[in-house]
């Protein structure tokens, strides 16, 4: 019994690393701590990744992603400081080699420029003006040493030089790697803000409360469901009429008309906006390669009153499907909100994009088409219209309005 109480005794539960264990450590091992603990944030992370189930879980995956940022950013900091140092260091140096090449190099002049003098000399002329054959001899041999030893001065400059461009290069090369984390690093802080936000966000939004956060992620799950059979074609559809390019085709669901009730049941958990997407026989393309570029807009893809966080990058030649300024939400595929929010538990690639006007309800054709008015009705209801274009297999659909 001591034996096993002993051998107990030695098994200790492995503690979770932080930041404060690697704070005051040596440079190398704070650089060891920090790599372990952003590797042990990582693996937790990705076994909770998908499996908030509760309010509880959901803020704790979150805080593991707002540590990791903290330990990134840490680390970055320290890769940094040590990069920074060797600069200085190698400064010093381009400095103390400037000063020996400037002191070997007045040498070297002077040397050559002696030499040259005594160049001038015809060897009889300095027989009989020295103190004879053996004075000459000697004055000769005092000669070959000085040439001999201005050979290993110049090669001492050369050598000199070569080291100095070495090091020009290195400093050069640690300049351009340091600008790159400090790019990196302001990123990471970027990052952290909007991590912290997006936390924020949550709690206000579910008044930390359980159950509203359950109602929460019914009514996304609900929504996204909806939007998957509708591109299925599962939404019952009636066919308008044909429209032209720019008319007017439905209205943005009033938000403050969905809150008051107006429109309950309908599947909308963001707020008053178009869910557009692009479709070619029933998958989704990325519309961003249709619309074109000249539109005034205000990226609000991030968390807080309006950041961006999605690119915002439109390259095609359509005209936008709503007057601007338009306010872009989110964007299409692995968003910052799939990466970083509770909606991560919905989907992982977001289908379409989220845009408002800040001018207006009008929604607008985007080609020349047949226009469809649908709706789905699951666990709520979503209406939306579809446009059919003449002259392409793409279709769009103009989620979350009123028909016109």
Known sequence: MILISLLLGLIQPVKALNLEDCANKSEVDKARCLTDLTLELEAKIKEARGQQKTLAGTIA?????????????????????????????????????????????????????????????????MVFATGGLSDFFERNKYLQSVQQNDRVVLLELQNSKDLHEEQKKAKEAKQTEAETLRQKLAAQKTALDRQKSSKQELLDLTKNNEAKYQSLIAAARAEYAAIQNIIAGKGVETKVRHVDEGKEIAS????????????????????????????????????????????????????????????????????????????????????????????????????????????????????????????????CNLTYVRLDHDDSDVDTYYLHVNYY
């Open 252 to 379: 943005i669901m009033k938000w403050s008309e969905w809150k008051s009730g107006l429109y309950s049941g309908s599947c909308n958990s963001s707020g008053a906006h178009i869910h557009f997407m692009a479709t070619i026989n029933g998958v989704t393309q990325n519309p961003f390669n249709y619309l074109n570029n000249n539109i005034d807009h205000a990226n609000c893809s991030g968390p807080g009153e309006c950041s961006a966080a999605d690119p915002f990058n439109p390259g095609g030649n359509w005209p936008w499907p709503i007057n601007p300024k338009v306010r872009f939400s989110q964007g299409y595929g692995a968003t910052w909100a799939v990466q970083n929010t509770w909606v991560s538990q919905i989907y992982n690639f977001h289908n379409g994009i989220d845009i408002n006007s800040e001018s207006s309800s009008s929604v607008k054709a985007v080609k020349n088409g047949d226009l469809y008015q649908g709706s789905y009705l699951g666990g």
């Open 61 to 125: 995956y979150l805080d593991n992603n707002i540590n990791l940022t903290r330990a990134s950013i840490e680390k970055t900091e320290h890769e940094l400081k040590i990069l920074e140092e060797e600069i200085a260091t190698l400064a010093v140096k381009i400095s103390r080699l400037d000063t020996d090449l400037d002191a070997i190099s007045k040498l070297l002049v002077s040397r050559i420029g002696a030499s040259y003098k005594r160049s001038l000399f015809k060897p009889i002329y």
